[in-house]
């Protein structure tokens, strides 16, 4: 199940190659339903991004189609843009709102982004890792991964020990996040977003990737060295980690035939 870490797992990522980005979405929501069927007041880990859109809409067709009480549930997103207006369509409060709380049923005050407003920037990084460490964890955190390696917004050369702060998004992430603003201009240059320390502190990491754009940052991620330079390498301290990806971004994979071999062959009782 999703969020548990057997004693048998080995501290290593386990990477599932999906047909689709849809078989992704039904693999990961089906685990999550298990999870939130245990424990009714799980939390989970938010990323925003067209990414994680297959497991919402996968999960909010599971959570219907089997009447699970979600009213308990809580959430914590990676991360906001600093400075926009309120209600605006870009930020990742509107966002979630959007495509995870109102579909999936969630009480809404148990769903919580960072604070972008300029008003009270100087101690909003902090106040979530607060709220973070009071939750009691996250019990599993989605994630994508930019082309560039970043995990959340921590882009290239972010701390590993970093907790959530403000970071100076690059030029290549701007333009990848344009899709909800007039321009990449537009898009704020600034963030807050949980550091990579607290990305790994969640018991379980899914991380998903689709597109052969995304080939070299899994490589590195899985297969490369630990470095700064590529965040997503930080997944390899971590002792619970799978990877959801499609064939053409687990195609730079120097290991994936034994990927799918271990995954053919996992104990059905392991779960995710």
């Known amino acids: 199940m999703i969020g548990a870490v057997p004693v048998t797992v080995v501290p290593l990522a386990e990477v599932v190659v999906v047909e689709n980005e849809s078989a992704a979405g039904e693999l990961v929501a089906r685990s999550i339903v298990a999870l939130i069927a ?20 996968a999960l909010a067709r599971t959570l219907a189609d089997n009447l699970v009480d979600v009213s308990r549930v809580r959430g914590f997103a990676l991360d906001e843009y600093v400075g926009l207006p309120a209600g605006h369509p870009g930020s990742y409060r509107s966002v979630i709102t959007r495509e995870v709380v109102e579909p999936l049923g969630l009480t809404p005050t148990n769903v919580h982004v960072p604070d972008g407003d300029l008003a009270g920037i100087q101690t909003a990084a902090l106040n979530y890792e607060q709220a973070l460490l009071e939750s009691g964890g996250v019990d599993v955190q989605i994630l994508g991964i930019g082309r560039t390696g970043h995990l959340g917004f921590n882009e290239p050369g972010s701390s590993f020990g970093s907790i959530t702060r403000i970071k100076t998004l690059t030029e290549k992430t701007r333009a990848d996040n344009a899709r909800f603003f007039d321009s990449p201009g537009d898009v704020p240059l600034h963030c807050i977003t949980q550091g990579i320390r607290t990305i790994l502190r969640a018991r379980h990491l899914v991380v998903l990737a689709f597109g052969e754009s995304k080939a070299d940052a899994i490589a590195a991620a899985i297969e490369g060295p630990i470095t700064a330079s590529q965040p997503g390498s930080a997944i390899q301290f971590h002792p619970h980690v799978t990877v959801v990806v499609d064939e053409a971004a687990a195609s730079k994979l120097a290991n994936l035939a034994y990927y799918k071999h271990a995954w053919l062959h996992k104990p059905p009782w392991q779960g995710l």
């Open 38 to 57: 245990a424990k009714p007041d799980a939390v989970l880990g938010l990323a925003t991004g067209l990414t994680a859109l297959p497991i919402y809409r």
